[in-house]
């Protein structure tokens, strides 16, 4: 059964009873359970970095410098998380942090030389991670996949 068909399944069977509930047909039990599979694959291609580090420096390669604030935003993470990724990624040399000229309160985060290196270095194994996690789906399921859990999000 390919996993379109499953999805469906699971859909046509209707809202289950009290008596019917199973916890592996539940959509948060069943992403917990990608998302792992994925941390997994990411950890074996990746071990020196967290996969929110990894964003945190793989979106400012994207956008250059920016606020600490604007960043969490940029990569779904509240303040408080965001502010200890940053940290652990300036105590290692790849990110440093400026004070805005005028808002002396706002944090700016920008890569640093090392910084650089290290996200365009570990960018074609991010590829290989996103390759390695979507390799149950066929390449007809993958952007089907990709759009309904954009949508999710």
Do not use: C, W
């Amino acid at each position: 059964m390919s996993g379109e068909e499953a999805i469906l399944k699971l859909v046509d069977a209707g809202e289950p009873g009290v008596e019917g509930y199973r916890l592996q047909d539940q959509v948060g039990f069943i992403l917990r359970r990608a998302h792992q599979r994925h941390v997994s694959i990411f950890a074996a291609h990746i071990a020196d970095l967290t996969p929110p580090q990894f964003a945190a420096l793989a979106k400012l390669r994207d956008v250059g410098e920016t606020s600490q604030n604007q960043l969490g935003q940029l990569i779904a993470m509240d303040a408080a998380t965001v502010k200890g990724v940053i940290d652990r990624l300036k105590a290692r040399g790849f990110v440093e942090l400026t004070r805005h000229e005028v808002d002396k309160r706002r944090l700016l985060v920008s890569l640093t030389p090392e910084g650089r290196e290290a996200v365009e270095r570990l960018i074609p194994l991010a590829q290989k991670i996103t390759e390695e996690t979507l390799s149950p789906l066929t390449a007809k399921e993958i952007p089907v996949f990709m759009k309904l859990l954009a949508k999710l999000a």
